[in-house]
């Protein structure tokens, strides 16, 4: 019962994979900005894509996802 109720929760561990993923598709379809970018933070570039997505985030951003798939895929095996 106890190993029912630990699987019941951990497949909410998908749910920032999925938004990670989605973030990544609509990075796919990009857009310029409104503003003069290179002036605030110059590693995005002139416009915005899955490139600048990746560039900007940290590799706590990559071991967070890491840990919390380990965690989803472990719910999946229980």
């Known amino acids: 019962e106890r190993?029912?109720?630990?699987?019941?929760i951990t497949k909410f561990n998908w749910i920032p994979v999925i938004l990670f993923f989605v973030a990544m598709v609509l990075s796919f379809l990009g857009a310029e900005y409104g503003f003069d970018s290179t002036v605030l933070y110059a590693p995005i570039g002139q416009a915005y894509g899955p490139g600048v997505f990746l560039g900007s985030l940290s590799w706590g951003v990559f071991i967070s996802l890491a840990a919390v798939i380990l965690l989803a895929v472990k719910g999946i095996e229980i």
């Not at 190993?3 to 019941?8: D, I, S, V």
């Open 3 to 8: 190993a029912l109720q630990l699987k019941r």
